[in-house]
Each structure stands twice: as C-alpha cells, then as structure tokens.
C-alpha cells in the first residue's frame, strides 16, 4: 500500500515537472505556497528548469550555493543498520555481511534537485545504494521534507534575479 502511494506522487511529481517547461515557474510558486505539496515543490527545485538559463560554469556555481557539493561525508556517524526499510519497507537481509558498508545517499535525489545536508541523507548497505541510485517512486512523499520551504525561497530570489530577466 505505501509503495503504490508512492508511485502515485511520482506521477504527480513528474506531471509538475512537465508543467514547469509550459507555464511559469512564479506562477508554480505561488500554487505551491497555497498548497505546499511536496510533489510541486520539489519539481519546483528541479536544476533541470535552471540549467538552460545558465552556462556550464554558472550552473555549477548555482548548484553548489543551493545544493552544496554532490558528496556527503563517509563517517556513518552511529549509524550501523540499512535504512532500506524507509524506501522499500522492509528490513535489510544483507546487514550483517562484511563486504556490504553502509554508504550515505540523498535521499531525495541529488540529480533532481535534493540537498546535501544531514535531513537528505540516508544509510543504506552498498547492495540497498546500487538499488535507489536517484529512484523516486521509492521517496517518502508522505513526509514533508524540514529543507523544501528554505530551499524554495532561495530559488526563488535566484529566478527573480538571473531568470527572470533572461526571458
């Protein structure tokens, strides 16, 4: 049952992120301010809407402000169990294995958009990583993430000033 919930917000996530390319993303904005879904707002956050506004090196600069650098530290930080439970449900099998280290990943996707900050991070065996890499139908929509609304605002003063006057 959470699974196939799941799936239906990925459909919608991808049907706001179709919506981004045909209306404007100020008037997305404010939808999601009304609304404050999750799926609006992180199609709202997609580097796939900023990046064909802004050269290679200025998109890299913007990523990094936004989303800070790609990787996140590798010290597990207490952390001695898969998380795979989040995502799919159900506990990992592989956990005690040696050769299967836990790995830190986005949990929302770092190619779509998610942060690198301590609220996006997950812990997953190597197996459980390999698996995820940047699927989200397997993303907690039912949980409203802590960064989406500072990150919004952000994006939204970065349109307002290099975007906007672009178009």
């Not at 099998?93 to 790995?103: E, F, I, S």
């Not at 890499?133 to 993303?139: E, L, S, T």
């Not at 605002?153 to 290099?162: A, D, G, L, P, S």
Request: charged content about 25%.
């Amino acid at each position: 049952m959470v699974i196939h919930a799941r799936h239906q917000s990925a459909m919608k996530y991808f049907e706001y992120l179709m919506l981004t390319s045909t209306k404007d993303w100020l008037e997305l904005y404010t939808e999601w301010e009304e609304k404050k879904t999750v799926e609006l707002g992180l199609a709202l956050i997609s580097p796939r809407i900023f990046k064909q506004y802004l050269s290679i090196d200025d998109f890299t600069q913007f990523q990094h402000s936004t989303q800070h650098v790609r990787n996140f530290s590798t010290r597990s930080a207490g952390h001695s169990v898969c998380n795979s439970f989040k995502l799919w449900n159900y506990y990992c099998p592989l956990a005690r294995m040696d050769d299967n280290a836990l790995v830190p990943d986005h949990l929302f996707p770092y190619a779509e958009g998610g942060p690198t900050i301590a609220e996006n991070c997950i812990w997953l065996c190597r197996t459980h990583n390999t698996m995820k890499i940047n699927d989200i139908h397997v993303y907690p929509w039912e949980e409203y993430p802590p960064w989406l609304d500072n990150m919004l605002k952000n994006r939204k003063k970065f349109y307002e000033t290099r975007i906007r006057n672009f178009l």
